[in-house]
């Protein structure tokens, strides 16, 4: 009787602790975030540099530096007098062909006339249909020489896209350039970017914040939202880290290069001892923390950081991702 008593007690206690069990909560530890601040320079969303097409000598300027392109479009000009003359004198050559052509059209209609009364050769008729045909073929290639010059005469103005800021000029009213030779740099500054170089790691922390990019504008203690506006799919061979340009569309107390910006992001920490957890699986025992594993070992760990928002920041060199603890039912 008292060795089947003794059985009934001890099924009794397994089949408690089998229930105790099955109501306790287990949770894995997470790798531990930490917020990485990287810092950036505005700078302009695109720049181009101005190159003279034609030689020449400059005769006006119309943007210093600093000053918007105009409405115009013009950024400086070269002396076109020679150009001019040219041009001159392809419309006066065409005005030439003009009379041939108004003359020989009489004369094709008169041999017509007197070929049909059989007063004159035809082969007279067929010479003054051929000068007609000669004098307008002139006139086409004098109208395209015209065109050429024109061109030619247009190009003598640097052009730029209308509202970018002059960043470079290096050229003076009276200068002579020569064809090709980098006059000047302009940037559109009515959005600008900032280039960050950053790991995979954040990169991945960017990309699931897209969105909801934030920059610090750090001298005017001002947030302002941002986009990607590109990837580089190569990467910097010494850092082992890629270029991502970052696009600020709003408006902003000043539209320039050289700004601080910081980019905050929360990417998994650098330490693998580093872990976050749920509050409640943390006991305190004696100044000193235990987290215990669903093997039933209990674990001592170091508290880093409490995160306010019922997460804890620790430290153990014999936790693995992965592992799951005891929730302390508090």
Known sequence: MKFIFALTVLLIQLT????VLAEQKWVAVEPAM???TITGFTRA?????LAAEVEGKVSDIFADIGDPIPATSKFACLDDTFAQIDVKSAKNEMSRHYID????????????????KQTSAVSV???????????RQALSAASIRKQRLEEHMRRHCIEAPEGWLLIERNIEPGQWVNQGEIVAIVGNYSQLKVPVMLSQQELAALKQDQGKIKL???????????????ISPAFDEKTRK???????????????????????LKAPGVKSTSFTIVKQALEERFEEYWLQRKDGKKLRVKLLADQMNGKVT?????IKLGDQFKIIQH
Do not use: C, W
């Open 16 to 19: 408690f602790s089998l229930s």
């Open 34 to 36: 930490r917020e990485v």
């Open 45 to 49: 969303q695109a720049t181009m540099p």
């Open 101 to 116: 052509i108004k003359y020989f059209k009489k004369e094709v209609s008169r041999h017509n006339q007197l070929v049909k």
């Open 125 to 135: 008729l067929d010479r003054v249909t051929r000068d007609l045909n000669n004098a």
């Open 216 to 230: 610090l504008l750090m001298d005017y203690k001002k947030s302002v939202p941002a986009t990607i506006e590109h």
């Open 242 to 264: 890629i270029l991502v340009e970052l696009l600020i569309k709003e408006s902003l107390p000043e539209l320039r290069g050289g700004m601080r910006v910081g980019l905050i």
């Open 314 to 318: 620790i430290s153990s060199h014999e």
